[in-house]
């Protein structure tokens, strides 16, 4: 130590200064060094005692994921069980529903049993969504199998289920959506001699029949069945050739209007005496692939071009009238307001012509 101060006795005193300098900035970071070597020593042992703790009273059962896993996957003798959800996670996955209709309103709805005819277009997103909102029974019927053409509007079909039965599709697909759901499927024809066998269950009648059928014939003979039977049906009309989402409406047979297909339905339903009291969701929008300019000679009225996005329309249309009559949801009813801008043109055309006849007035009306 003498030897240092005698060491900076000797030298001027702006030499003096800097040394000190340099002395005090070397103890400084030699002090903080040590420092941050002791702080990263006790955080590693934190770190070391709080996983030790979090190891120590973590549960030693599966998570809560791998037990739904686990549970959707048992089998029995060889054969897959039916799975069974805890309560409380089916009441999470049905929360929004819960909100907008209700406890009870949802209770009712998975008690409800339901029999889809037809799972294309229009009927596969009618089977998926009621599934996910909640619906306790399906049955799926349709007799075809998933074509190449399907892709583009199906509800679940993927490229590997291509030569697959539409209805088995649905039902496995389902089965991971809604584990909690009943799912019955069957591949076959529905014609007069079928119906007690696809919609019946026992002596348990569905709550609904969807009809999303294509030949006039079977929703007819569907419809007739149902009325005999006190069924509710639902039925939809071709979304073939359609655009305007905001053309497409729900309300009953008797006040359709400017859709070809729904015509003739109404008109041989009124031959059996059904003049009212069958739903349908249709559109009004003109159908412009029937002009002449657009028929061929190999064109075919079943075989317009669909749009995936208004097919799956039509189906929401289906699954939300649904819902709301199983929920008894008095908040809303069938509107019967329906825009008639021909009939309204034809009745001032009609008014104008007489008031001319009568009063010689030949005013322009507007």
């Given amino acids: 130590m003498n030897s240092i ?33 002791l702080t990263r020593s006790r955080i590693e042992q934190d770190k070391s005692a709080f996983h030790q703790v979090i190891k120590e009273e973590k549960p030693s ?8 896993d686990d549970e959707m996957h048992k089998t029995v003798n060889g054969e897959e069980a039916n799975p069974v959800i805890d309560e409380t996670l089916v ?8 909100a907008f ?19 294309g277009a229009i009927g596969s997103w009618t089977a998926l969504m009621l599934v996910r909102s909640g619906l306790g029974h399906i049955r799926i019927v349709d007799r075809g199998v998933i074509g190449v053409d399907s892709l583009t509007r199906h509800a679940v079909a993927k490229v590997s289920d291509v ?13 991971d959506i809604a584990p909690q759901a009943k ?40 419809a007739q069945y149902c009325r005999e039977h006190d069924i509710q049906i639902v039925s939809a009309m071709s979304a073939g050739s359609k655009a305007d989402p905001s053309l497409i409406q729900m309300t009953d047979v008797n006040l359709t209007m400017a859709d070809p297909l729904a015509r003739m339905y109404r008109r041989q339903l009124r031959k059996l005496g ?17 002009g002449k300019e657009k028929v061929s000679e190999d064109f075919r009225r079943r075989s317009l071009p669909i749009l995936s996005p208004v097919a799956s329309m039509f189906g929401m249309a289906l699954t939300t009238y649904i819902l709301v009559q199983l ?11 329906k825009m008639r801008d021909g009939v309204y043109a034809r009745m001032q055309k009609e008014l104008a012509s007489r008031e001319e006849f009568v009063f010689n007035n030949t005013g322009v009306y507007f």
């Fill in 163 to 175: 030569g697959q039965s539409k209805s088995l599709i649905m039902k496995r697909y389902l089965a």
């Fill in 183 to 222: 799912v019955e499927t069957k591949q076959a024809e529905v014609n007069v001699h079928s119906l007690d066998t696809l919609i019946l269950t026992g002596s348990r009648k569905p709550d609904f029949v969807v009809d999303t059928l294509t030949d006039v014939k079977d929703k007819v003979m569907l």
């Fill in 91 to 98: 009441e999470e996955l049905l929360a929004r529903n819960i």
């Fill in 61 to 68: 059962g599966p998570a809560i994921i791998s037990l739904i």
């Fill in 274 to 290: 059904i003049d009212r009291g069958v739903p349908v969701v249709y559109s009004i929008e003109k159908n412009v692939h029937m």
């Fill in 5 to 37: 101060s005698s060491f900076l006795d000797k030298r001027p005193e702006g030499s003096r200064l800097t040394l000190t300098a340099v002395a005090a900035t070397v103890l400084t970071a030699t002090a903080l060094l040590g420092y941050q070597r």
């Fill in 327 to 337: 929920a008894e949801f008095t908040a809303y009813k069938l509107p019967t307001n």
């Fill in 101 to 119: 209709f209700g406890e009870e309103g949802v209770r009712k709805i998975r008690q409800s049993y339901v029999v889809v005819l037809g799972a």
